[in-house]
């Protein structure tokens, strides 16, 4: 089930990043957005990209998903129109 592998960067002056951290109630929310320039690359369901010199990988991404369920969060990975944005919840 791969789609498909690239790697480019984001061009220069073009780069961002946004963390927003809010609680409401007994629910606390983290918002990561970023920037990218291509489709992010989903290989077996799984979000990967190719780094110069480093082949595939995506371990960050699977790592946060199982902290966020030992804890009984909920995560939300939106992306399109050149942003990326993960979004967790945790319920006090």
């Given at each position: ?8 960067e ?12 809010r609680?409401?109630g007994?629910?606390s929310?983290i ?11 989903i ?11 480093q082949?595939v ?6 790592s946060?998903?199982s ?13 399109g129109?050149?942003k ?9």
């Amino acid at each position: 089930n791969k789609k498909h592998l690239l790697y480019e960067e984001v061009a220069e002056g073009k780069k961002w990043i946004q963390i927003i951290i809010r609680q409401i109630g007994n629910i606390s929310f983290i918002k990561v957005s970023n920037s990218y320039f291509k489709e992010p690359c989903i290989e077996n369901n799984v979000f990967a990209s190719r780094k110069k010199d480093q082949g595939v990988h995506g371990i960050g991404l699977t790592s946060v998903k199982s902290i966020i369920e030992k804890y009984n969060g909920v995560i939300d990975i939106k992306y399109g129109d050149k942003k990326f944005t993960i979004t967790i919840s945790f319920f006090n």
